[in-house]
């Protein structure tokens, strides 16, 4: 089984609509971290996650909210999705022993 | 604050061709520094990592060496294959204050390999 999942691997949602973006490991990591890719940006920091209910932002956290009740599963929300959200979003976990995150697949999401 | 500069690219090299990809970065303290890989459609991967001057990280035939006196870590391959084009990232941790959660990246260099 792969260490992390994300859930769903594409999606096209309207503006205006809320979205759910899903990371799941099993890896037992306790960092989990959100990004969005954009060309011309790189990877760019959400929000993330050092421990259960334990959360905090990132660089480019507006218009995005987190949570994480167990180790397992880390949620991204979009509330009012927005055109300018259009991107390729990837999860990454962490252990405490070293500082090297491990990405899941990615989720494409297309706001029209 | 910590930063990342790598080579913009595309970078287009014929197969058994010698690879670098330049990374520079300007950190406080000892910063740890990895490479990332990031093939069509999927997420990125660890390829490699240093964690203190003049450590050499390898894997895959890759190598790039922490080189504290010109803030360096640059990708080098002697002889690449077709199977190698994808993106690279060069990132680091901060090695002091700050955020000991957070990985700092480059912005990518596309690299094409052609037969």
């Known amino acids: 089984d792969a260490g992390i999942t994300q859930s769903p691997r594409h999606k096209v949602t309207e503006t205006g609509t809320p979205v759910t973006l899903r990371c799941h490991q099993t890896?037992?990591?306790?960092?989990m971290y959100w990004y969005r890719q954009d060309p011309g940006h790189g990877l760019r920091l959400i929000h993330y996650?050092?421990?259960?209910?334990?959360?905090d932002k990132g660089e480019v956290s507006d218009g995005y909210s987190v949570s994480r009740s167990k180790t397992e599963d880390f949620l991204l929300t979009l509330e009012s999705a927005t055109s300018s959200q259009t991107s390729v979003y990837f999860c990454?976990?962490?252990?405490?022993?070293?500082?090297?995150?491990?990405f899941g697949p990615g989720t494409r999401l297309t706001v029209t | 604050g910590n930063s990342v500069t790598q080579m913009e690219g595309p970078v287009t090299l014929s197969e058994e061709a010698f690879l670098t990809i330049n990374c520079t970065y300007t950190?406080?303290?000892?910063?740890?520094l990895f490479w990332y890989v990031q093939y069509p459609g999927e997420g990125l991967q660890l390829l490699l990592k240093a964690t203190k001057a003049d450590d050499k990280g390898s894997n895959k035939g890759f190598e790039a060496t922490y080189r504290k006196e010109t803030t360096s870590f640059h990708l080098e391959k002697g002889s690449v294959q077709v199977s190698d084009s994808a993106v690279y990232f060069c990132a680091l941790k901060g090695g002091s204050g700050g955020s000991n959660y957070k990985l700092t990246f480059g912005k990518g260099t596309l690299l094409t390999v052609n037969p």
């Open positions: 950190a406080t303290g000892y910063p740890s």
């Open positions: 890896e037992n990591h306790r960092y």
């Open positions: 990454a976990g962490r252990w405490d022993s070293s500082y090297e995150q491990y």
């Open positions: 996650s050092y421990g259960v209910k334990d959360t």
